[in-house]
């Protein structure tokens, strides 16, 4: 495997970046500050970090203008480091050969429509209606539906499954396992069905609509709607494990970490920032730049950009379980209370 | 592609509705009392919409007798309009042709039994001792495992996995990436294993049993039994990614939400309902009809129906953690409030 | 299909325990005390079934010195007859069939190395600088990305994804539906993005490295490091729906339960139990034997070995929202609580 080597003159020029010291050193990586070897670039954009500069054995480090006195080694100077040092990361990522194709497992309907630049990988399955445009690369063993479209240049990297009528835009990118477009939980309860009554199924006849530039991650599940659609707007950032029910609205650049779940018809805003396994229930709304903390529950909808959070601090069990004992007489307590102040009061 | 459709008077008669308008009128879907348009049905279950009934422009609407002299537009009276409406819905839904057959892609083990009603799609893996009874359909990539049986009608709409001594009933509908039948998390800690002590695996010897009738959500997964099997009675309704652990028992027409969990060997009644992402400790009983709220954790048996929760509200950031930090002392506010009341008494 | 039987003497032979009664008696399985008949072994560990003793109808039990004297059947004494059942009833677990050799509808890249000895089942595929190693099993519809290994001995029980870069050690059991290696969850925020901002993707470049005897759950998620690896270490144990994500590091002989999460750079220690749905915040970091209870979060890291709790007991919904609603107002609370105290004091 050859390796990939940019000078960083090279880097300099390609990003924009004022560079000191030696153009010609070839960088072939990315590490830490404390790992980073000389042919590698690292990156100092947290405080917290400022002291390992001083011991980097990187041959590059990406500061911002007021860390270049501090860096022993070349520096290029940028006003965000992470997000610079993320961009020259990108070139040394080495993805998957995906030459352009039908692997000769996969199986394919006759009225699919592929685009010639397209990379069908092993054992995939696409059905009929469904269309991958220029460029979009399907890892093995993934499934699209009836109906379903693989945007431009999107990207399913294995074991994706696309079940009917979704839509992903361009350069969408879907990780192993996601499942996107199975059918909301959509139940009515019928008194006259089986003997004491039980469940109809609604049908679920919408479909997904996903934007341009999402990720959704690994084991991620995105229901199709009942009667209009899922819609995931532009650069959405989904974690694994999340669960996103019918007809959720999820607005562009939110972005939510791992097993975080939004119940059905929940209207998310734009900017916002769902943390790990926090839920939202059915029906509400959140403004735009809502930030919820990891593990919280929203039960009503929020009209004000902030941050929310619920739950309790961890402690040691045994000074826990008293605590917890007393949470279940709050409201007498509080009443105790009040009527303690009365007391006190009319003395 | 051609459109379904079916006359109001059609579908009157089938469903035995009575009909308020033109019978020849031609229904070809349905939709919001908002968003249909001439050539679809609606419905008027919840009274908070009655006010979008009046400017509908839906060709038909399903209300209650109550609400028929606000209908714009023909209707069709039902007494529950929700489920009449689920019924009819359903005629409009295309799902996937499902020829009788096996996809020339897929391997099946010669101890296969397969019925020649089936249909079984691309790249799916039946093993030996599989059973696939009449009229069952299995999407592409399902794997049926030794010693499972799907039952007549059922459906795994792809990707589905049926590990061993799995047995799904009749009229099953499983969402892609469910994994049945894998080993119960059970395991014996041995103080003679590696240097200073480690996990000995218990074989999980016991199955899996769905009732007629279930569903079960896209990347659901439900542990067969250690001993014994693992049991869902007909009519349960599980969403996506719930986890039920081994030996667990859920009563007939139970259904649960997403991200729900069920540890070990709890047994769950009938009728219950568990909200999104609330949990069950193991070897716990919960009695028929209990309602379980999202997000709760369920530490003790429950013996009378009713609605349950446990949790705190979610609050601005700022407020919540003052109110958190203060719950670690709350034994201690606790005493102090019995204290100050006995002073109160004394004076 | 032949049945396993094991006489009694040679069961108390091969496992080295002391035999009461007819050495000759041949086993052909397990049960509980309640449901073993003539032919299968049992045992009691928990002092609560020792009821159950007396009436067992099993053809053995495996008992404490202890409770030998109120077996009614033939008995094998252990120290722990947990330990010792698990062991013996390993005996009785019937694997299915796997020939060595690759399956003619598995894909195998030209620069993949197999073991002659390994057994590779239908549709998997196995990129490039992947090696699988003697004795591996894979199960149907794996996939093993460019540079991952199976450790010898290792088996993927069925549509297990290893993304790129994994490394399992010997041993490892895998359930169906996990993914390891996928992308870690890394963004930075680009002010200079789309029109507001948005976010970059940062590479994930790192690995995932799983040591020997590991177990992983199905639909587990382990995500590869940013930059270095993702690690558990030896006989670590994953149940179901687990997100482990970029960087973490879990020390050996941890368990945890369904539907636990640690998000990025957290550290677990040695011998820890993580309880169901628990979550651990990123960057933290936890000695070894922490336990932690179910659904419990842990905000800060923990220095000492103990069992660590938090959230709120469950109530009838109705007793609960008067004590939840209070929660918002405890800081006030204990404020008033003091005044008061002040107050008496000053009198």
Same mark, same amino acid.
């Given at each position: 495997m050859t390796t990939i080597t940019h000078s960083l003159a090279e880097l300099a020029e390609r990003f924009e970046l004022s560079l000191h010291g030696d153009g010609t050193r070839r960088i072939d990586g990315v590490g830490t500050l404390a790992g980073a070897g000389p042919s590698q670039l690292s990156f100092l954009a947290n405080g917290k970090y400022t002291a390992q500069l001083a011991a980097t054995r990187a041959g590059a480090v990406v500061v911002r203008e007021e860390n270049l006195a501090d860096c022993p080694t070349a520096a290029l100077v940028a006003r965000d480091p992470y997000v610079m040092y993320a961009r020259i990361a990108?070139?040394? @990522?080495?993805?998957?050969?995906?030459?352009?194709? *039908?692997?000769?497992?996969?199986? $394919?309907?006759? #009225? %699919? =429509?592929?685009?010639?630049?397209?990379?069908?990988?092993?054992?995939?399955v696409i059905e009929d209606g469904a269309m991958i445009e220029d460029g979009a690369v399907l890892g093995p063993h993934c499934i699209v539906g009836t109906d379903c479209t693989v945007g431009a240049q999107s990207r399913l990297v294995a074991r994706v499954t696309l079940v009917t009528?979704?839509?992903?835009?361009?350069?969408?990118?879907?990780?192993?396992?996601?499942?996107?477009?199975?059918?909301?939980?959509?139940?009515?309860?019928?008194?006259?069905?089986?003997?004491?009554?039980?469940?109809?199924?609604?049908?679920?006849?919408?479909?997904?609509?996903?934007?341009?530039?999402?990720?959704?991650?690994?084991?991620?599940?995105?229901?199709?709607?009942?009667?209009?659609?899922?819609?995931? @707007?532009?650069?959405?950032?989904?974690?694994?494990? *999340?669960?996103?029910?019918?007809? $959720?609205?999820? #607005? %562009? =650049?939110t972005a939510m970490a791992g097993c975080a779940a939004v119940a059905g018809s929940a209207r998310i805003g734009r900017y916002c920032m769902i943390g790990g396994n926090a839920g939202v229930l059915g029906h509400l709304q959140l403004a735009d730049r809502v930030t919820i903390t990891a593990k919280s529950l929203v039960t009503h909808s929020i009209r004000e950009p902030g941050e929310y959070s619920s739950g309790v601090p961890l402690q040691g069990n045994r000074q826990w379980r008293r605590n917890a004992a007393r949470f279940k007489h709050l409201d007498e307590y509080a009443r105790r209370l009040s009527a303690l102040e009365k007391d006190s009061n009319d003395e």
């Open positions: 990108a070139l040394f @990522e080495r993805l998957p050969a995906a030459p352009a194709g *039908i692997h000769p497992s996969a199986v $394919v309907a006759a #009225g %699919a =429509h592929i685009s010639g630049s397209a990379s069908i990988g092993p054992c995939c009528r979704v839509t992903l835009g361009k350069r969408v990118l879907v990780h192993p396992g996601a499942v996107i477009g199975s059918d909301g939980f959509g139940l009515a309860f019928d008194r006259d069905a089986f003997d004491h009554g039980g469940w109809i199924k609604l049908p679920q006849l919408g479909g997904v609509s996903i934007g341009d530039d999402c990720e959704i991650g690994a084991n991620t599940t995105i229901d199709r709607g009942a009667l209009e659609n899922t819609v995931l @707007e532009e650069d959405v950032r989904l974690d694994n494990q *999340i669960q996103i029910a019918h007809n $959720v609205h999820v #607005g %562009a =650049h």
